[in-house]
């Protein structure tokens, strides 16, 4: 029984709490947040004590930590974390800026614990069926990947302020899921933005909807459309073209329930957004996380590949902002 300690008791550190405690293995004995009102209420509703991060952090009965905080935070939280031997899992992104990812990444490194960033759409089953069926050659060799990935809605223009942008906030996930499918970094990068949805986040300096192409070797490329609004539900589709055939995964909708009349046929909506659709990923995340620790398998999702996607999001809000494509190897990582 791994002992745990939840950093952030917000959103999804409820989400990640139910897991926790969900979990066989698992135990959640202390909850921290900066605000003493969700931290006491979550606390309370799993039987855990409400601790500042820097106890828990140093209390050697404590196995591993959850940083579900504020971004500002996680690069510190992950080397305080590692240097108390802690294993971590992260809520993406390790930072807002990459050289301080970086720097985070060679502070950690050395103690050897282990750290997994929570990029949760790798864990949706159908996502995860597709990328196996993919490294089982179904489809041949990977050409064309398209992912499309809509929010609801907008979020308030206080959080677009602070989110880091759409590419860093909201496309990193899309990001991550191209590095992932065709297993590397891409050469070149190239994004279009706007804000047509609402004009106050472009006078914030972010855009609502972007584009982003994505050029790895040999010719392969990578498609992905990213929307603050769809007026349906949150729409999560990935299709991946080969050069023997194609892997498709669709939404996943509020109920399977198909009407046919003489005027058509329709059937419900996808699912509303990131909590009802990524549910059962939040899970088997958790599940995937107390295994690499335990040693019984290898950590699915790394601090490298969490640095990986934000390499991606700082080569495409630098195309966006200057009206470019960028080359990753000579303009981000040199």
């Not at 790394?302 to 640095?307: E, N, P, Q, R, S």
Request: glycine share 8%.
């Amino acid at each position: 029984m791994l002992k745990i300690g939840l950093l952030g008791a917000g959103r999804i550190g409820q989400v990640h709490a139910v897991n926790i405690v969900a979990h066989p293995q698992s135990e959640l004995v202390a909850v921290s947040d900066k605000f003493d009102e969700p931290a006491q209420k979550l606390a309370k509703i799993h039987g855990a004590a409400v601790r500042s991060s820097e106890d828990i952090i140093a209390d050697p009965a404590i196995d591993a930590v959850l940083i579900a905080t504020s971004t500002d935070t996680h690069a510190d939280l992950l080397e305080a974390a590692t240097a108390a031997g802690k294993a971590v899992l992260c809520e993406k992104p390790v930072d807002l800026d990459l050289k301080r990812a970086l720097d985070c990444l060679a502070r950690c490194e050395p103690y050897g614990k282990p750290v997994m960033v929570g990029f949760n759409r790798r864990f949706d089953p159908n996502f995860a069926s597709l990328k196996a069926a993919f490294d089982r050659g179904e489809i041949g060799k990977g050409e064309l990947l398209s992912i499309t990935s809509f929010d609801p809605a907008p979020p308030p223009v206080s959080y677009v302020k602070v989110s880091g942008g759409i590419f860093r906030d909201m496309a990193i996930h899309d990001f991550d899921m191209a590095c992932w499918m065709y297993g590397a970094l891409p050469d070149k990068v190239t994004a279009i933005g706007s804000s047509i949805v609402d004009p106050e986040i472009g006078k914030a300096g972010d855009f609502d909807t972007a584009v982003t192409t994505l050029e790895f070797s040999g010719g392969r490329m990578a498609v992905i459309k990213n929307s603050r609004r769809a007026a349906y539900g949150y729409d999560q589709r990935i299709e991946f073209l080969g050069s023997e055939g194609l892997l498709a995964a669709h939404n996943v909708l509020e109920n399977t329930v198909e009407k046919i009349t003489a005027d058509g046929a329709t059937k419900a909506k996808p699912e509303h957004f990131f909590l009802e659709r990524y549910a059962k990923a939040y899970q088997i995340e958790w599940n995937s996380f107390i295994e690499g620790v335990e040693g019984s398998a290898a950590l699915p999702v790394t601090l490298k590949d969490g640095i990986n996607a934000l390499i991606v999001a700082e080569a495409a809000a630098l195309s966006a902002r200057e009206g470019r494509s960028v080359d990753v190897a000579t303009e981000i990582l040199a």
